[in-house]
Nanobody, 125 residues
Framework: QVQLAESGGGLVQAGGSLRLACIAS????????VGWFRQAPGKAREFVAH????????YYADSMKGRFTISRDNPKNTVYLQMNSLRPEDTAVYSC??????????????????WGQGTQVTVSS
């Protein structure tokens, strides 16, 4: 079984940048597709980005395109989320999730069987 842990969250001003990391242990991360999700207070969990096991395919939510970049370093068992041009509405708890098999429902939380505990990102105006 794979275990996931996020790091890199914090407090930044609007227009700033952060890089989140999702670090896996227990199993090689190269065998899993990975997604990033976020949840703001009072709102449902929202899809952010997805990357295939090889790193050859990526998907982004519309509001994140051009601002966020997902990447992976399989020898380090790590997936990154580079976040630029941050806005106050990006404030949320960001979580990574892994799936060994996935079809075309990469945007659904139920498609992922393994989750980290999340890291808080706060963007001030």
């Amino acid at each position: 079984q794979v275990q996931l842990a996020e790091s890199g969250g914090g407090l930044v001003q609007a227009g700033g940048s952060l890089r989140l990391a999702c670090i896996a242990s227990g199993r090689p991360l190269s065998t899993y597709a990975v997604g990033w999700f976020r949840q703001a207070p009072g709102k449902a969990r929202e899809f952010v980005a997805h990357i295939s096991g090889s790193g050859g395919t990526t998907y982004y939510a519309d509001s994140m395109k051009g601002r966020f970049t997902i990447s992976r370093d399989n020898p380090k068992n790590t997936v990154y989320l580079q976040m630029n041009s941050l806005r106050p509405e990006d404030t949320a708890v960001y979580s990574c999730a892994a799936a060994q098999y996935i079809f075309m429902t990469y945007y659904l939380p139920a498609s992922y069987g393994y989750w980290g505990q999340g890291t808080q990102v706060t963007v001030s105006s």
